[in-house]
């Protein structure tokens, strides 16, 4: 099995920029592929992105896409979420997940994943 936790959240203006980590434990990295969910009060966890575990090929829904950057270094067991130009809509508990494997027509359904870490809250203020 593999750890991941989670860090880098916080309160952030409108416009303004985050760089979450998830650090994973337990099994190597690079035998996962990686993602980031979110989930607002009283709403469903959400696909935010995933990364390959060789990290050459990346997936975003339209929501975050030119705004979001996933990132992976395997020597360092870290994943990353780079988030610029933050909304007030993308408050929300981040939460990182891995998957051994995942067909792409599966990334969206959170059911998916088999791990996950415990969240970080992001707060972006209007």
């Known amino acids: 099995q593999v750890q991941l936790v989670e860090s880098g959240g916080g309160l952030v203006q409108a416009g303004g920029s985050l760089r979450l980590s998830c650090a994973a434990s337990?099994?190597?990295?690079?035998?996962?592929?990686m993602g980031w969910f979110r989930q607002a009060p009283g709403k469903e966890r959400e696909f935010v992105a995933t990364?390959?575990?060789?990290?050459?090929?990346?997936y975003y829904p339209d929501s975050v896409k030119g705004r979001f950057t996933i990132s992976r270094d395997n020597a360092k067991n870290t994943v990353y979420l780079q988030m610029n130009r933050l909304k007030p809509e993308d408050t929300a508990i981040y939460y990182c997940?891995?998957?051994?494997?995942?067909?792409?027509?599966?990334?969206?359904?959170?059911?998916?994943?088999?791990?996950w870490g415990q969240g970080t809250q992001v707060t972006v203020s209007s």
């Open positions: 997940a891995a998957v051994y494997a995942l067909s792409s027509g599966s990334y969206y359904q959170a059911k998916n994943w088999d791990y």
């Open positions: 337990g099994r190597p990295l690079r035998t996962y592929r």
């Open positions: 990364i390959s575990w060789s990290g050459d090929i990346t």
